[in-house]
């Protein structure tokens, strides 16, 4: 059985500007006034930036891993809610929710936690109700509504229709659905070949154009594979992914189908691991670049979703191996349970991983394969009881008769 002890540290979820990726980074920084963590929150850094988004990811993968988290765990995380529907990145306690600060990211890993654990089903039909309600004109999902969409958001937001079964594609608005709010965002056959299948983060304001991009390509190709979190699919080819089949007549802007979206993200991703040693690249203007584990994440799981964990293996094996500086020596929450969902997913050994996530938190109410306390194991146990008193006493009176039989035979010799 795991045991659990408080410890750690916190992830933080912000948005990378200037042609980065805006979706929730898995990096420590501090806020401006720290906040208090609440009981019951895994982790134990400053939740302002990612409260929800490291609890969601924690709950999910500790649900993936048959244990069940304490009721602190779960509590925090529904009333973290706003009647709307929808989740901030974090509210103190007695703190008002504010419809410009509610977030489609936290709202997209919330619902999948919820539907990951099960019996919150009112939390997540108003959590999916408030996705439809918060979706712009043209399909897609921006960070806090009423802003540009964007293609990690979308993806999330797909992630957690999914999730809740909600067909994304009966998702739309303005006659644009969820798929095609996610294929504005993706590289097609008018891109440089070797960059046809991944996604940017948003089209360039001025010209419209697409850059591929690491964290955008990674996050969005589970939603472009038909996945959420977690991962658990069985499905598997031989075959690598297919790329995308362009010639000199589909050549132009026309977005990528639906259909041919997950294999062609999958394709870009293989190749851009390939090409950095099994791991994708953080890059930020006036900075080197660096090892992007949060990205490689994502991409071993768009990979394994769309049935190519062969793709995905040297990626698993990077971060098995690499991890441990991202997770900070399994004391960050959200890295933690990130590695920790890939791990499940990759079908890899994870009993460490989930011993590092649980001492992050609350002490769980079970674990797999604990026995409950019952009334029924209680009589069970006291039969059992009486059976070895019965047992104990043949035993003793049998040794007692031997010991005199030997005693008389030895006085007869």
Request: net charge negative; charged share 15%; with cysteine.
């Amino acid at each position: 059985m795991l045991t659990a002890a408080r410890l750690g540290a916190a992830a933080l979820s912000a948005a990378l500007l200037a042609g980065a990726a805006a979706g929730p980074a898995l990096a420590d920084s501090p806020a401006p006034t720290a906040a208090a963590v609440p009981d019951g929150l895994y982790g134990k850094g400053d939740p302002t930036y990612d409260g929800v988004w490291r609890q969601s990811l924690a709950l999910t993968a500790l649900a993936a891993a048959k244990a069940v988290p304490a009721d602190s765990a779960v509590g925090w995380l529904t009333e973290q809610q706003c009647e709307d529907g929808g989740w901030p990145s974090f509210r103190a306690a007695g703190a008002a929710c504010d419809p410009k600060t509610e977030d489609s990211n936290a709202t997209a890993v919330a619902v999948q936690a919820l539907v990951a654990l099960g019996g919150h089903q009112e939390a997540v039909d108003k959590g999916v109700q408030w996705l439809k309600a918060t979706q712009n004109a043209d399909g897609s999902w921006p960070y806090n509504p009423g802003s540009p969409g964007d293609a990690n958001s979308t993806g999330l937001a797909v992630n957690a229709l999914f999730a809740a079964k909600a067909d994304p594609a009966g998702v739309a608005k303005a006659g644009k659905n969820a798929f095609d709010g996610l294929a504005l965002f993706q590289l097609g056959c008018a891109a440089p070949a070797d960059q046809r299948g991944a996604f940017a983060y948003q089209p360039d304001p001025s010209s419209g154009a697409l850059a591929p991009n690491a964290l955008a390509s990674a996050q969005a190709s589970l939603a472009a594979a038909g996945g959420h979190l977690p991962v658990a699919t069985t499905a598997r080819t031989d075959a690598a992914p297919k790329a995308l089949a362009c010639d000199s007549a589909s050549a132009t802007a026309t977005p990528v189908a639906h259909a041919d979206s997950g294999e062609a993200a999958g394709a870009y991703l293989t190749a851009q691991l390939a090409a950095g040693d099994h791991h994708l690249t953080l890059t930020t203007p006036g900075a080197a670049p660096t090892p992007d584990y949060n990205a490689t994440a994502w991409a071993a799981l768009g990979l394994i979703q769309s049935g190519h964990p062969q793709q995905a293996a040297g990626a698993v094996d990077w971060l098995a191996k690499e991890g441990a500086g991202w997770t900070k020596g399994g004391t960050d929450a959200a890295a933690t349970a990130s590695l920790l969902l890939v791990t499940q997913a990759a079908q890899r050994d994870t009993a460490p991983l989930t011993a590092e996530l649980t001492a992050l938190g609350p002490a769980l109410k079970a674990t797999a394969g604990a026995a409950p306390t019952t009334a029924t194991s209680k009589k069970d146990d006291g039969i059992g009881q009486y059976w070895l008193i019965i047992v104990g006493l043949l035993v003793g009176l049998g040794g007692g008769l031997l010991l005199s039989l030997q005693r008389k035979r030895g006085q007869n010799l």
